[in-house]
């Protein structure tokens, strides 16, 4: 069964903390997503990785950073985190090539206090 | 940016139809189609590669317009279990430019 993990589902941090959001899929897929879901506003791309060590800015970058170190590992960084992150955060992978099926995660719901 | 979808919520009765329209402002590659049920991760519905292709599986079905950038979702003879949000993810006609963009959401609730 195909499985891509994210470490937490809940995460309550303090303003000015650096959050780190990791995410692992099992299927060696060298794309992978992170996506920030809030109400009204569906699925907002911050950013993608195509490859190890290899990323591009989605539509909602700013505040945040990602690292690709190994293929299976996606990780979202905020330097510093602000109440306006407070949301649900989505990971997903798939194959390259396009109109692929892509996987998510079970979600991170984060609380910035 | 993001693909359009309306309308943004829908209330149906169980067997009655719904469609969910994805528009984009940029050229498509092709469009996917996802449903999220509350508390839980989005499920692959369909892809759509084609301009005029149409897929359904069951009593869900989808076409694409590749001229007008537009895809629809069609729900037939509504179950309970399609109550869900309902998501469009499309991709450019870029070639090696993978990133899947998703809607801002359908939130459809079935009623018996």
């Known amino acids: 069964d195909v499985k891509v993990t994210q470490s937490s589902r809940y995460l309550v941090k303090r303003t000015g903390e650096k959050v780190f959001l990791e995410c692992v899929q099992d299927?060696?897929?060298?794309?992978m997503f992170w996506y920030r879901q809030d109400p009204g506003l569906g699925l907002r791309l911050i950013y993608f990785s195509y490859d190890v060590k290899m990323k591009e800015k989605g539509d909602i970058p700013e505040g945040y950073s990602v690292s690709r170190e190994k293929k299976e590992r996606f990780s979202l960084i905020l330097e510093s985190a602000s109440t306006n992150q407070t949301s649900m955060y989505l990971c997903?992978?798939?194959?390259?090539?396009?109109?692929?099926?892509?996987?998510f995660g079970q979600g991170t719901r984060l609380t910035v206090v | 940016q993001q693909p359009v979808q309306s309308p943004q919520a829908v209330i149906l009765r169980e067997g009655e139809d719904a469609v969910i329209n994805c528009s984009s402002s940029?050229?498509?590659?092709?469009v996917h189609w996802y449903r999220q049920k509350h508390g839980e991760a989005p499920v692959f519905l369909m892809i759509?590669?084609?301009?005029?292709e149409q897929k359904g599986h069951d009593k869900i079905s989808a076409s694409f317009n590749e001229k007008k950038q537009q895809s629809s979702l069609y729900l037939t003879a509504s179950q309970l279990s399609y109550s869900g949000t309902y998501f469009c993810?499309?991709?450019?006609?870029?070639?090696?430019?993978?990133?899947?963009?998703f809607g801002t959401g359908t939130r459809l609730t079935i009623i018996p």
């Open positions: 940029k050229a498509l590659y092709s």
């Open positions: 993810g499309t991709e450019g006609r870029n070639f090696g430019n993978e990133k899947l963009t």
């Open positions: 759509l590669l084609k301009g005029g």
């Open positions: 997903a992978s798939r194959d390259p090539g396009g109109a692929t099926e892509a996987f």
């Open positions: 299927m060696d897929h060298e794309n």
